[in-house]
């Protein structure tokens, strides 16, 4: 049942990003932006081969402490207090474990744009979601990511590069930067 309940979620998660009005897969035109520091708290590998197969940026690298201009990218869970948790719990709890308990949680992507460690641009995504979770289940905040929350992260690099694109502050640092730093071709 539980996988059913997955396929579902995924499925209606995928029907949402197929939207062309929702998900405008950014293709990047012009000047490669500077290279950056690439600082994240994402384990998955692919996530940042994804960002660096859009070729906006001359180089992404989490080595180059030296480097003026970074990126922080940041994903977080939390559960919500809505009473959703607490009354589920005191069900399940009276059931010895039978009923599950039901969360309600955010899951939410935090992209950073920074120079000299100050920010200059912030951009965030986030998603909503229930879970259903045995009483028995342990802590809710340690489990690994849901596939949606890596398909939710994937469709948000899209979404943040094409509002960079647009950001006027960056894209007046990106200008200076290459007046100061042009590219060799």
């Known amino acids: 049942m539980m996988k059913a309940l997955l396929k579902g979620c995924i499925a209606s998660l995928l029907v949402v990003l197929?939207?062309?009005s929702l998900a405008e897969d950014y293709q990047h035109t012009g000047e490669k932006y500077p290279p950056v520091l690439f600082v994240t708290n994402i384990e998955n590998q692919s996530f940042?081969?994804?960002?660096?197969?859009y070729g906006a940026f001359q180089k992404i690298d989490a080595e180059s402490v030296g480097l003026p201009i970074?990126?922080?990218v940041l994903k977080g869970r939390r559960t919500k207090s809505d009473g959703t948790q607490f009354s589920t719990l005191m069900l399940s709890a009276t059931t010895l474990g039978l009923i599950p308990v039901v969360s309600?949680?955010?899951?939410k992507v935090r992209y950073e744009v920074f120079v000299l460690g100050r920010s200059?641009?912030?951009?965030?995504?986030?998603?909503d979601s229930t879970e259903a979770n045995s009483l028995w289940a342990g802590q809710p905040g340690s489990r690994p990511?849901?596939?949606s929350?890596?398909?939710?992260?994937?469709y948000t690099l899209s979404q943040f590069l094409n509002e960079l694109k647009d950001h006027k502050e960056v894209q007046e640092l990106f200008a200076e930067y290459h007046e100061y730093f042009p590219v060799k071709k």
């Open 120 to 127: 200059i641009a912030e951009f965030n995504y986030q998603t």
């Open 18 to 20: 197929a939207s062309p």
């Open 145 to 147: 990511n849901k596939p």
């Open 48 to 53: 940042k081969d994804k960002l660096v197969s």
């Open 70 to 72: 970074g990126v922080r």
């Open 149 to 154: 929350e890596d398909l939710f992260m994937e």
């Open 104 to 107: 309600n949680t955010e899951f």
